[in-house]
Structures are given as C-alpha cells and as structure tokens.
T-cell receptor, first 116, second 116 residues
C-alpha cells in the first residue's frame, strides 16, 4: 500500500523568506509525485509533478520541488514567500510501474502561513 | 465551462435523508474521481470512472454510497439514509489521462455536506 506523510501541520514563514513544505512517501517501485494547493472553500489546484528525469521540478507560481529517491522525499520549496501563498498544501503519490489504473494517495495537508 | 463544476455547493440534510451530488467534468476528460475530504484532512478516494465504466469503487465507505456516470460525462454521487459521519466536503476531479495517473487532476470546488 502507498502512503504520504506530511510531518508538519503548519509552517510559518516571513514574507520574502524561503519556504519549505516537507513530504515523504512510501510506494512500491518508482513514484509519480504531485503537489496541490487548496485555498479556503475551493478545490485543489495542481502545482507541479515529478514523473521522471531531473530531480528538481519547477511548477506554477514560482514553486519547485526536489525528488530525493534515497530519502523518499519530495519537499516543496519557494525562494521568496508571498502573503498570497498562504494556503493548504497537499502532497500526493501513485506507483509508476503499471500500465493501467493506479490510485493516487494524498497526504493530510500542511497549512502554510506567510507573515507580512 | 472551463473547469469542473459541482452542485450544490452546500447541502444540509437531516439524518436519514437521501442526497445526490452532481459533478460536471471538463469536456472530453476521460477520467473522473470522487473524493471525501473531512475537516482538517486530505482528500480520501471514493471511486473512479473511465468514461462510463466504474473501474474502482473500493473507497466507498458503505453500500449507502453509490456513484454513476451513465453517459461518460456528468457524474452523480448518491448517499442514501445519510448519517452524521457523512458530513464532509465531497470533491470531484477529472483528468485527460486514460487512467487518471500521471496527468494532473482538475478539481471542482466541492459540495459541503452537513448532516443534522
């Protein structure tokens, strides 16, 4: 069975400072990895994904994430946080090694609070 | 429309009543997912459709939950004899990916269901 761990319920960062939101995963074989963001009373919005290739993935709104296979991690990062980045962030995983359908599993989310 | 549309946005029902939640996916999207999101949690998978075929319903919590997508477009999630523990936000997502795997899922804004 696959799983995602987001060890921090909340991350606080000052505006303009770099931010990191942590994610570790457990899956059989190689993973597809995703980050989504959720604003209040809205659905999830896709930020970025890792499929294969370069371990550093760049996504929307200046976010990036680094895939680390040995540490089974996929931490979300941004060099300079904005107040508007304050939201709930979800990491998600699914196994790659299949030609057919596989379920995507989401973490419980990390609340990012950017302080002006 | 440009995105995934869900209706109603809010639904209040008395315990024991039946409810029906509607999802209108992005036109042409093959894959459609339903998730349940409890307060402070990540989305929990309920069921998956590829066109009109329900390929995975392993996440439906009981036989009170039923989903359909008869023409491979609009989907309805029905909950019979609702109970208080059914209170949650129900999210629908669609994807171009035939198996909904390595392409991002596009989420609607959800239906917030409250059972009194």
């Amino acid at each position: 069975a696959q799983s995602v761990a987001q060890p921090e319920d909340q991350v606080n960062v000052a505006e303009g400072n770099p931010l990191t939101v942590k994610c570790t995963y457990s899956v059989s074989g190689n993973p597809y990895l995703f980050w989504y963001v959720q604003y209040p009373n809205r659905g999830l919005q896709f930020l970025l994904k890792y499929i294969t290739g370069d371990n550093l993935v760049k996504g929307s709104y200046g976010f990036e994430a680094e895939f680390n296979k040995s540490q089974t991690s996929f931490h979300l990062k941004k060099p300079s946080a904005l107040v508007s980045d304050s939201a709930l962030y979800f990491c998600a995983v699914r196994p790659r090694d299949s030609g057919g359908y596989q379920k995507v599993t989401f973490g419980i989310g990390t609340k990012l609070q950017v302080i002006p | 429309g440009a995105g995934v549309s869900q209706s109603p946005r809010y639904k209040v029902a008395k315990r024991g009543q039946d409810v029906a939640l509607r999802c209108d996916p992005i036109s042409g999207h093959v894959s459609l997912f339903w998730y349940q999101q409890a307060l402070g949690q990540g989305p929990e998978f309920l069921t998956y459709f590829q066109n009109e075929a329900q390929l995975d319903k392993s996440g439906l919590p009981s036989d009170r939950f039923f989903a359909e997508r008869p023409e491979g477009s609009v989907s309805t999630l029905k909950i019979q004899r609702t109970q208080q523990e059914d209170s949650a936000v129900y999210l629908c997502a669609s994807s171009t990916d035939r198996f909904g795997s390595n392409q991002p899922q596009h989420f609607g804004d959800g239906t917030r269901l409250s059972i009194l």
